[in-house]
Structure formats: C-alpha cells, structure tokens
C-alpha cells in the first residue's frame, strides 16, 4: 500500500476466516479504500459480504458476465437466472422454505457449453440459449445483462 494505488483487488479476501476476522479484513478494507480514495475490486462467492460491501455487483458464470446492477437491484430484481439462483440458494433466517439447489453440474471450462454457458442448469433455456451466445445488453440504469429471456422473466425474490 506503500506506492498509495488507485485500485485494489481483494480475490476471496475472507475465505475460511472466522467471522470475527472477516469483519476486522472488511473493515481494513473500507479504511484503505476511504483513506486512499481508491476503487476495491472484491472478488468473492459470500452473498452476505456483497450485500454489505459492494456498491456495484459484476456476476461471473463460467467465466462469463452474467450481469451487471447495483447490489440494491442485483439483490430486489435479479435479472439472469444465474443471479437469481445465487440468491435463492443464500441461507436466511427469515426464510419461510428450504433453500433451493442450483441444478445440474458446473460446466467443464476446458470445453464449456455452447451459447449461454447457464444453459444446461437453466429451468429457463430454450433452444436458442443452445445455440448463441446472448450479448451483454444495456437495459438502462447502468444494467447489463447477457440472457435472451430477460425481458420475459420475473426473477424478482420472494420471501
């Protein structure tokens, strides 16, 4: 930190930590970016520490974007399938039914799927998703979303 950086990558910053110490990391993290005026690129699978941390979400699938929000929307108002499955299957205490699953397998990505990558775990696909890939589209906001079906699915959460 020395060199005083504008960006910051954190990759997994809190992996395996108690949570005691994630919340100090967490902390140093926001002290850095605050005192340094940088930008944090925080690279991580814990829903929770998005929620808490991020301004802005960026959710990956296969190496993929999948789409791009603010953590408000991302989390009220998913928009791909993916991200809607990644909620879903965060654990709540106020949740009223079992988590659910994300079906299927993680794809091989030495040889990944054809078209959308979510495909073959998509309750959603249509032969169209087999196919081709689906651009990252701007749907206005700052939104981006790489689906073919979005603007015909509902994937807001529900309690």
Known sequence: MASEPDLLIADEPTTNLDVTIQA?????????????????????????????????????????????????????????PYTAALLQAVPRVDRKRSLVPIGGNIPNLITPPSGCRFHPRCTYMIDRCVSEIPPLEAIGGGREVSCHRWKELDLRRSP
């Open 24 to 80: 100090q990391v967490l902390e140093l993290l926001r002290a850095l970016e605050r005192e340094l005026e940088m930008s944090l690129i925080l690279v991580t699978h814990d829903m929770g520490i998005i929620a808490e941390m991020a301004e802005e979400v960026v959710v990956l699938y296969a190496g993929r974007v999948a789409e791009v929000a603010s953590t408000a929307e991302l989390f009220s108002a998913p928009k791909h």
